[in-house]
C-alpha cells in the first residue's frame, strides 16, 4: 500500500507481481505535482508551486499521469482519485489508515500476512497541515514527523492487538538525498546522494522489530544489502523451498542476524551498481570505488568504511595494496557470472503526450511603477 515504483504499466501492477490486493500510486512523487490538473499556486509544504518551479512552471502539463489505483489479484486495476497535491500532502496518514483496516481484518485469522506500507515521504514536495510546525520548516522535516506518528499508529495496532509478539516488522528508508532541492530533499554528513554510490548515495537506517524475539538497543555492524529481505522473510515463513531455483537470487538469508545479533551475518560483500554499471565493491570494511572523484589522480580509490564512513581520505598506498588482488579477483569472478545469468535489460520507452507541449513564454514585463523622468 503507498507508493509504487516498479511500473504503471499492463504487467508491473502490485496484483500482477505477487500481491493478493493492493492500493498504490502510480509512477513517481513528481507525478503528484506535475499532472494535468496542476496550478502554479498550489500548495505544495507550505509555498506554492510557483517558488520551487519556475516559469514554465507545473501548468499545461502534457501527460495523463493518472492517479491512486485499487484492485484485488485477477482485477482490472480501477482508479481511486486523481493525482492532486491537496490529496498528496495528507497521503501518507491516507495510506496508513488503510494499513491499519488491513492488519486489524486479519489479527484474528490463522493465516500470516505481509503487509508493505511504503509513503511518498520523504520527498520535497508536500507536507500534511498538522506537521508543519517543526523549527526546521522543510517539508522533509515535516514529513519524519508525519512518519514516525503514523508508524508509532501501526506498531500501537499490532500490540493493542495481541498480535505484536507474532509480527517481525522491519522499517527501512529509501536512499539518498536529493540536494538539487535543497533543504527540502534531506541532508547526510556522508558523501553522496541520490544516484551515486557514495555512502551517502546507498546507505540507510534500518529498524527491526520483534517484541521476545529479537533484543532491544542494538545496534550491529553486519552488513545488510535490501536483497536480503526477501529471503530472510522467506526463511522466517518457512517458504524458502517456494523461492525459484531457475535464476540466481541475490539476496541471502539473515534471520541469523535478526534473531541471534551482532556477528551472525551471513553477508560481508556488497556490489555496487549504478543501473548496470558496476562502481564499488565492499568487503568487510573495506570499499573500492571504481568511480573517483578526481579521475586524473586515482584510477579508483580505496577507503576503510570503519575509520573513514564519509570516504573523505583515500588510501591505495595502505588499504589498496592490501585489499586490491583480493577485490580484483572477486570482480573478475563475479563479471563471468554475470556472463553466465545477463542482468535483465533496463527497459524504457518514449510514451507520445496526452495534450499539446506548449510551455508559456516568457511574459513581457512591465512595472506597474516607474521613475517619472
Known amino acids: 500500500m503507498g507508493k509504487w515504483h516498479l511500473g504503471d504499466d499492463e504487467g508491473n501492477h502490485p496484483t500482477e507481481q505477487g500481491f493478493d490486493e493492493a492500493e498504490w500510486s502510480e509512477g513517481t512523487p513528481p507525478w503528484w505535482v506535475n499532472n494535468k490538473?496542476?496550478?502554479?499556486?498550489?500548495?505544495?509544504?507550505?509555498?506554492?508551486?510557483?517558488?520551487?518551479?519556475?516559469?514554465?512552471?507545473?501548468?499545461g502539463f502534457p501527460y495523463d499521469t493518472?492517479?491512486?489505483?485499487?484492485?484485488?489479484?485477477?482485477?482490472?486495476?480501477?482508479?481511486?482519485?486523481?493525482?492532486?497535491?491537496?490529496?498528496?500532502?495528507?497521503?501518507?496518514?491516507?495510506?496508513?489508515?488503510?494499513?491499519?483496516?488491513?492488519?486489524?481484518q486479519r489479527a484474528d485469522s490463522d493465516q500470516p500476512?505481509?503487509?508493505?506500507?511504503?509513503?511518498?515521504?520523504?520527498?520535497?514536495?508536500g507536507a500534511h497541515p498538522d506537521f508543519r510546525d517543526t523549527p526546521a520548516e522543510t517539508n522533509t522535516a515535516a514529513q519524519m514527523v508525519e512518519h514516525d506518528y503514523n508508524v508509532g499508529r501501526v506498531l500501537k495496532t499490532l500490540t493493542d492487538l495481541g498480535i505484536a509478539e507474532n509480527t517481525l516488522v522491519v522499517w527501512s528508508s529509501d536512499n539518498g538525498p536529493m540536494y538539487t532541492v535543497h533543504p527540502h530533499g534531506g541532508y547526510s554528513l556522508l558523501q553522496g546522494g541520490k544516484g551515486e554510490t557514495r555512502e551517502g548515495?546507498?546507505?540507510?537506517?534500518?529498524?527491526?522489530?520483534?517484541?521476545?524475539?529479537?533484543?532491544?538497543?542494538?545496534?550491529?555492524?553486519?552488513l545488510i544489502q535490501i536483497t536480503d529481505f526477501f529471503t530472510t522473510w522467506a526463511g522466517v515463513a518457512g517458504v524458502m523451498s517456494e523461492v525459484p531455483g531457475d535464476r540466481v537470487i541475490d539476496g541471502v538469508d539473515q534471520s541469523g542476524l535478526f534473531l541471534l545479533g551482532e556477528g551472525k551475518g551471513r553477508r560481508d560483500y556488497v556490489f555496487h551498481y549504478n543501473r548496470t554499471k558496476l562502481e564499488a565493491v565492499r568487503k568487510d570494511q573495506v570499499k573500492l570505488n571504481l568511480k573517483p572523484r578526481n579521475p586524473d589522480f586515482h584510477f579508483y580509490e580505496v577507503f576503510n568504511i570503519y575509520h573513514d564512513p564519509a570516504e573523505r581520505f583515500p588510501n591505495e598506498a595502505r588499504n589498496g595494496i592490501w585489499a586490491g588482488p583480493g577485490m580484483t579477483k572477486m570482480i573478475q569472478e563475479h563479471l563471468l557470472l554475470i556472463e553466465r545469468y545477463p542482468h535483465r535489460p533496463v527497459q524504457s520507452y518514449y510514451r507520445d503526450f496526452d495534450t499539446s507541449f506548449d510551455p508559456q513564454r516568457t511574459p513581457v514585463y512591465k512595472p506597474k511603477m516607474t521613475v517619472n523622468w
Open 37 to 59: 490538473n496542476a496550478l502554479k499556486d498550489d500548495d505544495i509544504g507550505g509555498f506554492t508551486q510557483r517558488t520551487l518551479m519556475h516559469s514554465p512552471g507545473s501548468e
Open 113 to 125: 500476512f505481509f503487509v508493505n506500507f511504503w509513503g511518498k515521504g520523504n520527498h520535497f514536495w
Open 66 to 104: 493518472g492517479g491512486v489505483m485499487r484492485a484485488k489479484k485477477g482485477e482490472e486495476p480501477q482508479l481511486v482519485y486523481e493525482y492532486s497535491m491537496e490529496k498528496y500532502n495528507t497521503y501518507d496518514t491516507e495510506v496508513a489508515d488503510h494499513v491499519i483496516e488491513f492488519i486489524t
Open 201 to 222: 548515495g546507498i546507505r540507510v537506517p534500518a529498524i527491526a522489530w520483534w517484541p521476545g524475539m529479537i533484543d532491544p538497543g542494538q545496534d550491529p555492524l553486519d
